[in-house]
């Protein structure tokens, strides 16, 4: 029986893939970001991640293979995940919790740099916060979610 739950969930995330790869447009978005992030690194920018329980866990992974090594070994990146500890529950008891990212990104974002966002049903509202804040400090903004992409699609 769970041999049978495993190859289900394989064959699903197989189906997805193909799906996914079979979009060129979705790959299209994918080279776009993947330009955006390169190009502010190259400008001396930064990039900064947020998410939302494992989208958290996604988004510190995501910097730390930038700052850390990924693959090889070469100079480290300017990237953080927006997760001090501190930071969210001051926040979060103050502003309250929709504006724990929004207001690191009104301290520490730049012109120029990235927000990467994470949200796997596009309706987190600190997520959408956050885009709101980059935007308004002329960040750019590459946003990850899952489904149609909810309210950040728009």
Not at 25 to 40: M, N, T
Not at 98 to 113: A, P
Not at 116 to 124: A, D
């Amino acid at each position: 029986m769970l041999k049978d739950i495993i190859q289900q969930s394989l064959r699903e995330s197989q189906d997805v893939l193909a799906q996914f790869l079979s979009d060129p447009s979705k790959l299209d978005a994918i080279e776009k970001a993947a330009d955006c992030l390169v190009d502010a690194l190259q400008q001396g920018k930064k990039i900064l991640s947020c998410g939302n329980g494992g989208s958290h866990c996604d988004a510190m992974h995501f910097a730390e293979e930038l700052s850390g090594r990924y693959r090889e070994n070469r100079p480290a990146l300017a990237a953080m995940a927006i997760s001090d500890p501190s930071h969210i529950t001051c926040v979060s008891n103050d502003f309250g919790y929709n504006y724990i990212y929004s207001r690191f990104i009104e301290g520490l974002g730049n012109q120029g740099d990235v927000l990467v966002g994470i949200s796997t049903s596009g309706q987190s509202a600190n997520i959408i916060e956050a885009v709101k804040a980059a935007q308004e400090k002329g960040m750019k903004v590459v946003l990850l979610t899952g489904k149609d992409g909810g309210a950040l699609a728009g």
